[in-house]
């Protein structure tokens, strides 16, 4: 429930209080990819690969199996690779 929550507030243009949201829904213990996908395209966005790379790897960690053949989950191990590449230029500048 929380996760459509966040979502509606995303769309509304509310994207700190959805953020803040998911976060706390990941706290909780959600294993939703769709949580982990939305949270760390934000943080991507926001231009905080590093965060986004974290968000990723926790969500990973906690999928299962099964879960991990999921649209979402496709998303959020390319999404991981592309913020992990992003994180290591802006460390290397």
């Given at each position: 429930?929380?996760?459509?929550l966040?979502?509606?507030?995303?769309?509304?243009g509310?994207?700190?209080?959805?953020?803040?949201?998911?976060?706390e829904?990941?706290?909780?213990?959600?294993n939703?990819?769709?949580?982990?996908?939305r949270l760390?395209?934000?943080?991507?966005?926001?231009?905080n690969?590093?965060?986004?790379?974290e968000?990723?790897?926790?969500?990973?960690?906690?999928?299962s199996?099964?879960?991990?053949?999921?649209k979402?989950?496709?998303?959020i191990?390319?999404?991981?690779?592309?913020?992990?590449?992003?994180?290591?230029l802006?460390g290397?500048?």
């Amino acid at each position: 429930m929380a996760d459509h929550l966040a979502g509606y507030l995303e769309r509304a243009g509310r994207l700190e209080q959805a953020t803040g949201l998911w976060r706390e829904t990941i706290s909780a213990g959600s294993n939703l990819p769709r949580t982990f996908d939305r949270l760390s395209l934000a943080l991507d966005r926001a231009g905080n690969p590093s965060a986004a790379v974290e968000v990723c790897e926790l969500g990973l960690a906690r999928f299962s199996r099964e879960v991990r053949r999921y649209k979402y989950v496709q998303q959020i191990e390319k999404r991981a690779e592309r913020c992990r590449a992003k994180a290591h230029l802006a460390g290397g500048r």
